[in-house]
């Protein structure tokens, strides 16, 4: 079998941080699975909202759905660090698929998965209360990405209040008096320009509270 390096070295292609791999709505013809490095999957929202729907890292993939049903992209993609990728061009990707019934079942299972994530995603978007709709998104990214340390919970994915604001489809202005929110109530804290979760029981508590409040009225 081949080494990584191998395979690299045949259809490698390396990305620098914030380098567009392609744009929603691009021709594609090849599909990526990514070595190491992250890359966010994004699609622009109206008036120019950008909305993160997922952030990938090494051994995911992502640009299979133009090569199954060649269609254009459905969403951007976009280095987030230093990454590097393996391109598999259509006709690689259907002889995988016809030859590997462990490709075929992985690819199945990555795809359950997304439709899972999708309709969590959904009913977090269904979040009419901003406050809410901000503190749920951390709850899930906290759930998807959080490590927990001595200092409170990081993530493993950039997460500043403008990554968090295309999360939630909001501006960043409404996200950071949201966050400000959060801060006040020992919820989160900033390093630096990064969001750590402080307290998962006063996250879980605050959203509680805001769903009562919804429930019952103020
Ligand atoms: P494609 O449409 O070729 O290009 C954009 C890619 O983003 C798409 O293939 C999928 O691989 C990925 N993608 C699209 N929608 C989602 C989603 N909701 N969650 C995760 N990945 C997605």
Redesign the pocket.
Known sequence: MSSEQEIFDKCGRTYNPNDVI?H?GDL?NE?FIIQSGKVK?SKQLKDGVEKT??ILGPGD???????IDK?V???N?VALDASRLIALDEEVFEMHMQTNPKIVKKILKNLTS?LR??NQQIANLMIKDSNRLVANTILLVVHKHGEEGANGITMDIPFTVAELSKMCGLDSPKTQEIVDKLIKAKVVRLSGETIVVTSLDNLEKFIKFLEMKEQFGE
């Open positions: 392609f929603e594609g599909m999957i729907l997922v993939f992502f640009g299979e759905m133009a090569v269609d992209r459905s969403a993609a997304r994530e999708s």
